[in-house]
């Protein structure tokens, strides 16, 4: 029975080992900042051969403790679409590295916190801002659908707030390419209740990416009235409430939402997919349309300190979910030390993988280069 030795300071030989052969490439880590299941996201810093330093996040993944079903479904498949995306409102990665089992995925910090977080704590978001955050949701969500990917877990907590206060669409856990090779329509119910659409919870075999637009809907309506539109504890009632499309608006600082506003929730949070509103009309809506420079956009500092709320939603449920032959090749040959595909270089950005199986830390991708750092 094999061993692992513990030095004196408390820490394990082999976690050291870890940490000193990321330090060998600038990374260094930091405290946790959040859990999951099967993984733990620290504040890093990676300091450049100029000792430029960047604040980063990492998301740290122990294969060991991952089921069967995440390691050869959920895993790879976020992994497969981390290394083909590419948006400014989408979290961008800067790294990924491996380790013994463990998966290290380098991402830039978004230091707003999440939209939850926000609302829970300042309340409801102006309608001017809501347009703007609103606005770039939509730009990220038809550039994932045009690249065929479905994200098929959009809610509050996985959209982050950056420095410069711009919305970053996090953690694709779930995505899943929809075309030839793997078919338009699943029948997995997999996400959160309070922000799955009505043929999600009916367990109706569905188009993906028409269930993205709906969560935009319920996303959209609790940025503006700091509320869930629906009850999820009871799915029932639920699936009723969806059907009647039983939700009422609040008032906001002392007045109602615009009617363009409501009509925009209205559109999407159809309950029958086919009429749902699509991206390249939602588009089109004056509301937002209007969403343009002439809106002042307010610091986070400016929109902070204002009334707070309760709000969260009471269940989550995560099942499997079907992915290509082709995603779940790459990705399994990341996880056994092979690269396939790595995400695009960038200025600054440093892009590495590692063969940890044959050597601790070597790069699979030739020597490595770093590109117009500043």
Excluded at 157 to 166: D, K, V
Excluded at 325 to 340: C, D, K, N, P, T
Excluded at 351 to 368: D, T
Aim: glycine share 8%; charged share 25%; hydrophobic share 40%.
């Amino acid at each position: 029975m094999s061993t692992t030795k513990t030095n004196t300071s408390g820490t394990s030989s082999s976690s050291s080992s870890v940490l000193r052969a990321l330090s060998l490439h600038g990374y260094q880590m930091g405290p946790k900042i959040g859990k999951g299941s099967f993984s733990c996201v620290r504040l890093a810093k990676w300091v450049s051969k100029n000792k430029n330093v960047r604040t980063l996040a990492c998301k740290v993944i122990d294969v060991r403790k991952g089921t069967e079903e995440f390691i050869k479904k959920f895993f790879p498949r976020e992994l497969s679409v981390l290394m083909k995306i590419r948006h400014p409102n989408i979290v961008k990665v800067h790294s990924i590295l491996k380790r013994e089992r463990m998966v290290f995925i380098f991402m830039d910090y978004a230091e707003g916190g999440d939209l939850l977080k926000f609302i829970n704590q300042n309340g409801s978001v102006p309608e001017g801002q809501a347009k703007q955050w609103f606005a770039q949701l939509v730009s990220a969500l038809r550039y994932l659908h045009s690249n065929d990917i479905a994200h098929r877990d959009l809610k509050c907590e996985n959209i982050l707030l950056s420095r410069t206060n711009a919305i970053q669409l996090a953690d694709f856990g779930f995505a899943r390419i929809c075309g030839e090779e793997t078919g338009l329509f699943s029948e997995t119910y997999c996400g959160s209740a309070a922000y799955a659409a009505p043929e999600v919870i009916l367990g109706k075999p569905y188009n993906p990416m028409i269930a993205d637009i709906w969560s935009l809907g319920i996303i959209l309506f609790i940025m503006l009235n700091a509320v869930m539109p629906f009850d999820d504890r009871n799915l029932k009632k639920l699936v009723e409430d969806h059907r009647t499309r039983n939700f009422a608006f609040e008032e906001q600082a002392g007045k109602l939402l615009s009617m363009e506003a409501q009509r925009t929730v209205y559109e999407l949070l159809n309950p029958e997919p086919e009429r749902r509103i699509s991206l390249d009309q939602l588009v089109e809506l004056r509301w937002i349309d209007e969403n343009s420079a002439k809106e002042k956009r307010r610091t986070l500092g400016e929109l902070c300190g204002r009334k707070a709320s309760g709000l969260g939603s009471t269940r989550d449920r995560q099942e499997g979910c079907k992915v290509g032959e082709q995603e779940e090749q790459e990705a399994v040959g990341i996880l056994r030390g092979s690269w396939v595909q790595g995400p695009p270089v960038d200025a600054g950005v440093l892009v590495m993988a590692v063969n940890f199986e044959s050597h601790p830390m070597m790069m699979m991708m030739g020597q490595l280069k770093w590109e117009n750092e500043k």
